[in-house]
């Protein structure tokens, strides 16, 4: 991300009128202001900023005459059911629209009588997808997670023989992609059973992929790539991506042609966009590459996107059991990882999912893969334990190899460099619900 974005808006002294945004550990301080969409009772979806326990109603803030110009245009544009209008802007009007909530939420501002009426609490509203999503492509960018997932095959070159030369990727489903707090019910599919023979049924091995995501921006005409020097500017902002998994139907159906409903199941990302800007100040240099790994091609390559285009955020997960919640256990963390272990940034992964002339389109989710690290704590999916442990011990003494019904399972992400506030992502969650009974007839 480019330090260009640095602004008055990152200043660590600036604080807010809203008292949680100040409280150390808030997830939205001031230097965040992510951008979501709330209900509440019977009323309309409409875009929100979040800051400390509240959200400040765009459309209420226009109505109230707290926005003019770009940022009222942009503010207009993020008002409504899906951002989808805001984020085709682009980032001028993402920066102009952040500089002025910034102030309109500061200490001191003269805004704040008008602008606390314009301010809903988050335990009073419901957060919803914030971004109509057109398409979603999962890229697989961890060098650790394809090496940790190709051992079994072939321990000497885990690798595929492209991964060091391009971001790999599939296309996935965008109609199942949902807000984190929906349930999802365990799907029904094919794999092998035991016997060697296929068997249907409620799938055996559910598991999670702790991902990072980005949404783009304004789109790209078809025929016309977006060289990496300059796909920075299609990522509007970043959230976290649960792409749940089914890996026995996932080991029966993916050859020659990739997984299909192994992952159509349902995605869960969290509710909040966490933008571009938000986030310049984490900017990290890209994944270095190992003694003795060849160079990417030049399309793949640019020097700023080498020097800042990764992303300096911690990724977490965390579980509960059936069983820890009745025994009033403590939530497990069960990953502990970070954006630096991609080994692609997602400029490089713009710039190659275009490079052939595709258009991307605003709204369009774009995935990490499941972000793991070197150590053990960043496996960042069950099926890696259950490849190197043959499962997961709880601190309970429970076992997973897969998840079972009732387990929780959430992800947090946060952003931490010496000199700033630090930024949260909020959550992706969601409960696995017993798979429902088959239609009959
Ligand atoms: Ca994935």
Redesign the pocket.
């Known amino acids: 991300m480019p330090h260009g974005l640095l602004d008055e808006t990152h200043d660590p002294a600036r604080r807010s009128w809203v008292a949680a945004a100040n409280l150390p550990g808030t997830d939205f301080p001031i230097q965040n202001l992510p951008l979501g969409v709330f209900s509440r009772g019977a009323g309309d979806r409409r875009g929100c900023v979040a800051i400390g326990d509240q959200v400040l109603d765009l459309a209420a803030g226009l109505a109230a005459g707290l926005f003019e110009g770009e940022a009222g245009e942009a503010a207009h544009a993020g008002s409504g059911p899906v951002l989808n209008p805001l984020l085709a802007l682009g980032r001028g009007a993402s920066r102009a629209l952040r500089r002025r909530v910034s102030a309109i939420l500061a200490e001191g501002s003269a805004d704040r009588a008008v602008a606390s009426r314009c301010l809903v609490p988050m335990a009073e509203l419901r957060l919803h997808r914030p971004v109509e999503v057109g398409n979603f492509t ?1 890229f ?1 960018a961890s060098r650790f997670h394809t090496a940790r997932m190709g051992a079994k095959r072939d321990p000497a070159n885990p690798l595929p023989p492209s991964f060091l030369h391009l971001p790999i990727a599939y296309h996935s489903r965008a109609t199942t992609v949902r807000v984190s707090g929906e349930a999802v019910a365990r799907p029904h599919g094919q794999s092998l059973g035991p016997d060697g023979k296929p068997r249907f049924g409620p799938v055996l091995a559910l598991d999670f ?1 702790l ?1 990072f995501g980005a949404v783009i921006g304004p789109a790209n005409r078809m025929g016309d790539p977006i060289p990496v020097a300059r796909a920075g500017d299609a990522l509007f902002g970043f959230c976290l991506v649960n ?1 749940w ?1 089914a890996r026995d139907v996932q080991r029966f159906e993916m050859m020659p042609l990739g997984p299909f409903l192994s ?1 159509s199941l349902s995605t869960s990302i969290s509710p909040w966009i966490v933008t571009a800007e938000a986030l310049a100040p984490f900017a990290a240099p890209a994944f270095a590459r190992l003694e003795g790994d060849p160079e990417p091609l030049p399309y793949l390559m640019a020097a700023a996107d080498q020097a800042a285009g990764g992303l300096d955020v911690s990724l977490d997960c965390w579980m509960t059991t059936p069983r820890m919640r009745t025994e009033g256990a403590a939530p497990a963390r069960i990953v502990a990882t970070s954006a630096r272990h991609l080994h692609w940034t997602f400029a490089q992964m713009v710039a190659h999912h275009t490079s052939n002339g595709c258009d991307l389109r605003t709204g369009d989710l774009l ?1 990490s ?2 972000v793991s690290g070197p150590e053990a704590e960043g496996r960042a999916c069950l099926a890696e334990v259950v490849l190197e442990d043959g499962g997961l011990t709880l601190p309970n003494g429970e076992r997973r190899t897969f998840l079972e019904d009732g387990d929780e399972v959430w992800f947090t992400g946060r952003a931490e460099r010496a000199g700033y506030v630090p930024i949260g992502f909020g959550e992706c969650r969601a409960r696995i619900d017993p798979a429902k009974s088959w239609p009959m007839g």
């Open positions: 999962d697989m992929e991902e792409d998994s992952k995935a893969g499941t």
